[in-house]
């Protein structure tokens, strides 16, 4: 069996690129740097959460929807390296987010000013991902010229390079470039999404009472999960 399958694979091929628009778009109203970002998340905590968590979201998603479509383009030479340099950027960007949420969490105990200072001082820290920050917006690239060798189209190609346009690092908000990338993303893969989900089998009477139970159960773990 194929993995990611097609049901994986398509559902991911919509749901990433939308997530991440939603999320550019949600913190699209608060300037870009840092202390604005934080000075936005202790005004509108509720909104600025969604805004990240949609964010992160799309980038965890999208690891399926970039393994789905590499195998469905052939998995070229540039396909298969563009798949590479954005899954490790893909993993550039979660990291980004867990640094995120220690801001956002310093900002509601300790408040904005402390929590300012706090990851100003740390900004310039090197890491793994400090290395490895190229591939965030390289990738884009190699795999978008993967993708239009590989049969996607001009015009779906360039919109998927759009996202190498994306602002990468801590706490960084959303620009026009922003929205323009996520916007790109969502032309360049949503109707392939559709398309291979309508591909897919009608799901039979019993895979739909065993997915029931298995949603339920891993609902129960997720609750599980935040105990720990």
């Known amino acids: 069996m194929r993995f990611p399958n097609g049901w994986v694979g398509g559902a991911a091929l919509v749901a990433g690129p939308v997530l991440l628009l939603v999320g550019t778009l949600l913190r699209s109203p608060f300037h870009f740097f840092f202390p604005d970002q934080l000075k936005a998340v202790a005004a509108h905590p509720a909104l600025m959460q969604a805004a990240y968590t949609a964010f992160l979201a799309g980038h965890v998603v999208m690891w399926a929807a970039v393994a789905f479509l590499v195998h469905r383009i052939g998995a070229n030479r540039w396909a298969a390296w563009g798949g590479v340099l954005v899954t490790v950027g893909l993993f550039g960007r979660t990291f980004h987010a867990g640094v995120d949420h220690a801001a956002f969490s310093a900002t509601k105990h300790r408040g904005v000013a402390e929590a300012t200072e706090l990851v100003a001082q740390g900004y310039g820290d090197l890491h793994l991902f400090s290395y490895l920050a190229f591939t965030i917006a390289f990738g884009w690239y190699v795999l978008a010229f993967g993708a239009y060798r590989g ?78």
């Open 151 to 228: 049969g996607l189209g001009r015009v779906r190609s360039v919109a998927l390079a759009t996202m190498g346009l994306l602002p990468l690092g801590v706490l960084k908000g959303a620009e026009i470039v922003s929205v323009i990338g996520t916007i790109g993303l969502c032309v360049a893969l949503v109707p392939l999404g559709v398309q291979v989900l309508r591909e897919q089998p009608r799901p039979t009477r019993k895979n739909v009472l065993t997915a029931v139970p298995v949603a339920l159960g891993l609902g129960a773990l997720a609750v599980l999960s935040t105990m720990g």
